[in-house]
């Protein structure tokens, strides 16, 4: 039994289109990603422009370098992680299991890859969520090139997806029940976002042009390293010139005896040195600018994709910070809202004892000295035992190691915090004396 199986016989609702929908403003679900650039597709745009992928895929990767974990809320306020196999709980044992691999063919970090690149291209990412044949919850994507038709029951509810079977060539209807799905804003319906390379279409418009000219320029342009030039007036024989030429040829063309040496002139010829510049096309300048845009429309700061002209240690160090802090914190943070509100629910979870959390630190551990200080600071005391610090560092707990330690110089080390009282002794001393 295959995966769409289970959603073969469901039937699609009856369309009726809103006022709303029919307005000026509606136009064709396939609309905004159906548009090309020179005949190229948004599919075809990934694989042929450089810098789209280089940031798209940059975004993808940095997000799904980031493990999910799932939390549980303690009666005290605190939380604790919950690992696959140490909790009672079945449902958020499931939730657990699926937050490190999704399915039966497919990890978390893949599936976040699949879904953020969705959202960089189409706008809109999807997963189905599932039986396996065992019996297991899985989590598939959707690409959304893959869906034929979105389903409302009115402007504001939706109510599933229709997608197209590639063995049987029939439309599959899957209620949205089984959907977890987030899109991005649209000025002219609340059904799908915008592609942001309708935004990039000017510039990866001009990226192929580029491309075009500069391949037609190399191909059939010159390719000499100069020309030489022989006075006026001066007979040169046809015979001389082709034995001129010859010898040129044979002495210093690669292989030759004379290659990369000095040529040895004759009657007044001078040589003039003559090479095809990037420069003068200003094919540096046009590239970054390229780059740059391509950034820009993501959020990314163009120094974190090659762009190193005011780069310096501290300031990538900063904006490594602010990366995760300011570019992808939205990304991640719809990600995490989509679980928890609908994932989580959607498994049984009890969501207000149990949360899914992207576990920030895995990133930003070369500030752990700069956040221990300023913990250490506000507390006044130490705040992680022995034990927490060799979980960090992959190294296993010792006996004892599970209690905070407690400076005897600090409030927390004493319950007598008033100096020893020695007046009696030293009465008794000057009694004696």
Known sequence: MGILDMFRNSRAPRETASAYARGAGYYDLLDAWTFTVDSLTVEDLYRTQPH???????????????????YEREADGGRRRVRPGDTNDRAAGTLAEL?????????????????????????EWVWMVTGGPDGATNIYPIPPRWITRHHYSDSWTFSGISIMDDRSGEEIFIPADSLVRHHGYNPDTLSKGVSPLLALKDVLKQNAARGEYLEQLWNRGPRMAGFIERPTGVKWSPEDRRRFKADLRHQFAAGGSGAGGVALLEDGMKFTPHHLKASDEQVVEQTKLSLETVAQVYHINPTMVGVLD?????????????LYGDSLLPIMKVIEDSINGFLVPMLGVDSDRYYVEFNMQERLRSQFVDQAAVTSTAVGAPWMTRNEARVMNNLPKIDGGDEL????????????????????ELDTEEGEG
């Open 52 to 70: 789209l992928r280089t940031v798209t895929s940059y975004i993808a990767q940095m997000v799904s370098a980031v493990s999910l974990h799932v």
């Open 99 to 123: 937050m490190l691999k999704p399915s039966g063919q497919m990890l978390m970090s893949s599936l976040l890859t699949q879904t953020v690149m969705d959202l960089c291209l189409y706008d």
């Open 310 to 322: 005011n780069a310096n240690y501290s300031n990538v160090k900063e904006f490594r910070q602010a």
């Open 405 to 424: 330690a407690e400076p005897l110089n600090t409030d927390f080390g004493s319950d007598n915090n008033d100096p020893p009282d020695n007046t009696d």
